[in-house]
């Protein structure tokens, strides 16, 4: 596809549960940045890749949450035993892998109730 | 991290121009100053960006001050699709704040008035 794609767009999970959320960036792009986003509230990072590897997972809430990226291609991120504060949309960018004189790209994001 | 500072809101006029201001007093000499928006219930996206020289696309203009501790992004003909939280990031080596310098602060919200 020519921009970045997540799935599903939307999902509700009961809390307690598993979730995965998935991102397909732009073919090529060898950076790709993981957010969360509260409603009413600003983009908080969660983990970047560059490759396969995230040198920068600081921005990860809890144990819960992990992420991976293979084939330097699709990431998924992972929340395990969701809890209420988990619900946000999860935002996907992914940019060249010499960002700083290019834009990165976003997805429509996966936006997560947990009830 | 190398930070900018923005207003938390501004309004304006359809049809008129906007001048949505950030101060980056610590850029250093490596870092780009990008700007993005984020309409409402849609994935931010890219505006415009600059290193020294303003720039012009086809969305808006970007001046930025000669001694590069401020900038301008510049919305030439403001219209009502242009209401949206706008953010002003630095990227460069070392600013730090995670995810290879893309660090989104809390933006300006613009507000358009018909």
């Known amino acids: 596809g020519a921009g970045v794609s997540q799935s599903p767009s939307n999902k509700v999970t009961e809390k307690g549960k598993d979730v995965e959320l998935r991102c397909d960036p732009i073919?090529?792009?060898?950076?790709l940045y993981w957010y969360r986003q509260r409603l009413g509230q600003g983009l908080e990072f969660l983990i970047y890749f560059q490759g396969n590897s995230a040198p920068d997972k600081s921005g990860l809430p809890s144990d819960r949450f992990s992420a991976e990226r293979t084939g330097e291609s699709v990431s998924t991120l992972t929340i395990q035993r969701t809890q209420q504060e988990d619900s946000a949309v999860y935002l996907c960018a992914s940019s060249l892998e010499t960002p700083l004189d290019t834009e990165a790209f976003f997805g429509q994001g996966t936006r997560l109730t947990v009830v | 991290d190398a930070k900018t500072t923005q207003p938390n809101s501004m309004e304006s006029n359809e049809e008129e121009p906007v001048h949505l201001p950030c101060n980056h007093s610590t850029i250093s000499g490596t870092d780009y100053i990008h700007w993005y928006r984020q309409l409402p219930s849609q994935g931010p996206e890219y505006v415009i960006h600059g290193l020294t020289s303003n720039v012009n696309n086809r969305m808006a203009s970007l001046a930025i001050a000669e001694d590069r501790k401020s900038s301008t992004l510049i919305l030439h003909r403001a219209t009502l699709r242009d209401a949206a939280v706008y953010y002003c990031?630095?990227?460069?080596?070392?600013?730090?704040?995670?995810?290879?310098?893309?660090?989104f602060g809390k933006g300006t919200h613009l507000i358009i008035q018909p």
């Open positions: 073919s090529g792009h060898t950076a």
């Open positions: 990031i630095l990227r460069g080596l070392g600013s730090g704040g995670g995810a290879d310098g893309l660090t």
